[in-house]
């Protein structure tokens, strides 16, 4: 059944939020100071609102710390933190901890002569590493694991081998939306592009490809608008895993 918007309503959104919230994040899987581990997408909507709860969680080397980022993207997003030396903006990213630099610097040194097993805090719970490696850790299963682990390395294995500790609860996935907004579905792997806009005074303008410009959101924009998550069919090949963005830490 068609609600108050439409799937092309939803996309113009998509390529126009940056431009329009200069202290907005879309979803980012190559941030140049993020060793980026997993991520999912979440889509929610009724007849009036629609909302994409992107969760992106890495090595985060400026903070030394690995953590979550939960993006909300929709139209009629609430209790928006204010941005801006006027308050004119909002912030749409929440930053979730999930394992301290205390912990990492733990690990790595445990490492760096042994391969015996090592538990580590990830926010309530202890994990233990080495465990069964995931074939979703490419690198990882390539090396002599756990020996010599790096930080990003130890990030990316309790990624995917403890996934739901890793995961936002459904509390913080909502702490933007409206009360009550159903949840359609969630995407594990999909296909992504780099998009953001530049507000630079000497040379704005938007970087990388626009949401409309591939099949993806045009996709997940019919899912929201008529609440239907079998009209996600995709062709692309997914490409979120972490191993096909390079540039993702790279400074």
């Known amino acids: 059944m068609a609600g108050a918007f439409t799937a092309e309503?939803?996309?113009?959104?998509?390529?126009?939020?940056?431009?329009?919230?200069p202290t907005w994040f879309f979803i980012d899987l190559g941030?140049?100071?993020?060793?980026?581990?997993?991520?999912?997408?979440?889509?929610?909507?009724?007849e009036m609102h629609w909302a994409i709860v992107a969760?992106?969680?890495?090595?985060?080397?400026?903070?030394?710390?690995?953590?979550?980022?939960?993006?909300?993207?929709?139209?009629?997003?609430?209790?928006?933190?204010?941005?801006?030396?006027?308050?004119?903006?909002?912030?749409?990213a929440e930053f979730v901890p999930l394992?301290?630099?205390?912990?990492?610097?733990?690990?790595?040194?445990?490492?760096?002569?042994?391969?015996?097993?090592?538990?580590?805090?990830?926010?309530?719970?202890?994990?233990?590493?080495?465990?069964?490696?995931?074939?979703?850790?490419?690198?990882?299963?390539?090396?002599s694991w756990p020996k010599g682990a790096r930080r990003r390395d130890l990030g990316r294995y309790i990624a995917y081998e403890y996934a739901d500790v890793c995961r936002a609860t459904d509390t913080e996935k909502r702490v933007h939306l409206p009360k009550g907004l159903p949840e359609l579905?969630?995407?594990?792997?999909?296909?992504?592009?780099?998009?953001?806009?530049?507000?630079?005074?000497s040379s704005p303008g938007p970087r990388g490809d626009a949401p409309s410009?591939?099949?993806t959101y045009w996709l997940i924009a019919q899912v929201l608008a008529t609440r239907d998550p079998s009209r996600y069919r995709p062709r692309l090949k997914p490409n979120s895993h972490w191993?096909?963005?390079?540039?993702?830490?790279?400074?």
């Open 9 to 21: 309503a939803v996309v113009r959104f998509l390529d126009r939020c940056l431009m329009e919230n």
């Open 99 to 143: 394992i301290t630099q205390a912990a990492l610097h733990a690990a790595v040194e445990h490492f760096a002569t042994s391969t015996t097993p090592i538990a580590i805090k990830v926010r309530d719970s202890s994990v233990l590493v080495p465990a069964k490696v995931s074939t979703f850790v490419p690198d990882v299963a390539s090396q």
């Open 185 to 201: 579905m969630t995407i594990d792997q999909w296909h992504h592009r780099d998009w953001y806009y530049s507000h630079s005074p």
């Open 213 to 215: 410009s591939y099949e």
């Open 55 to 92: 969760e992106v969680s890495g090595y985060h080397s400026r903070a030394d710390a690995f953590q979550l980022t939960v993006t909300s993207l929709g139209n009629g997003l609430e209790r928006l933190r204010p941005a801006g030396d006027k308050h004119q903006y909002t912030y749409n």
């Open 243 to 251: 191993s096909n963005w390079p540039q993702a830490g790279s400074l």
């Open 31 to 46: 941030h140049p100071y993020v060793y980026t581990a997993n991520s999912r997408l979440t889509l929610y909507a009724d």
